[in-house]
């Protein structure tokens, strides 16, 4: 007898299996944040340009005088000037950008200023007159 339920218990597996552990309490996932915390600000594409121009020779600028900026490879944005020589972009294009400044009897200057959002670029470009090297 003693081999039989010796047999009956190698035959069955073992012992009985313990009973199926109750399902997991299902927890709530937490709530989302506020919209303002989730809500990423687009990435500035425009930033403040100040061209100051100057003559060399201490002369007010000429009527007519222009300064601008050109992206690489785009075209020129030129503005005539305002009266004290300060030509103001409020949306310049962020990155590197070349300035120019012109005026008749002058000779054009290009300079290389990197524009950064939210922090004004300020330059100084001095413009000279043609015949200035010629003596």
Request: a neutral charge.
């Amino acid at each position: 007898m003693f081999l039989a339920a010796a047999g009956a218990y190698l035959l069955l597996g073992g012992p009985a299996a313990p009973p199926p552990a109750p399902p997991a309490a299902e927890v709530e996932p937490p709530p989302p944040p506020p919209p303002s915390e989730t809500r990423t600000r687009p990435l500035a594409t425009t930033g403040t340009l100040v061209i100051r121009v100057t003559t060399e020779d201490g002369k007010d600028l000429p009527e007519g005088t222009r300064a601008g900026y050109a992206k690489y490879g785009g075209p020129p944005r030129m503005r005539s000037q305002g009266g004290d020589g300060r030509f103001l972009f409020t949306d310049a294009p962020v990155g590197e950008i070349e300035v120019i400044a012109e005026a008749k009897g002058y000779r054009e200057v290009r300079q290389r200023v990197v524009v950064q959002p939210g922090v004004p670029a300020e330059t100084v470009v001095v413009i000279s007159p043609l015949e200035s090297s010629s003596k």
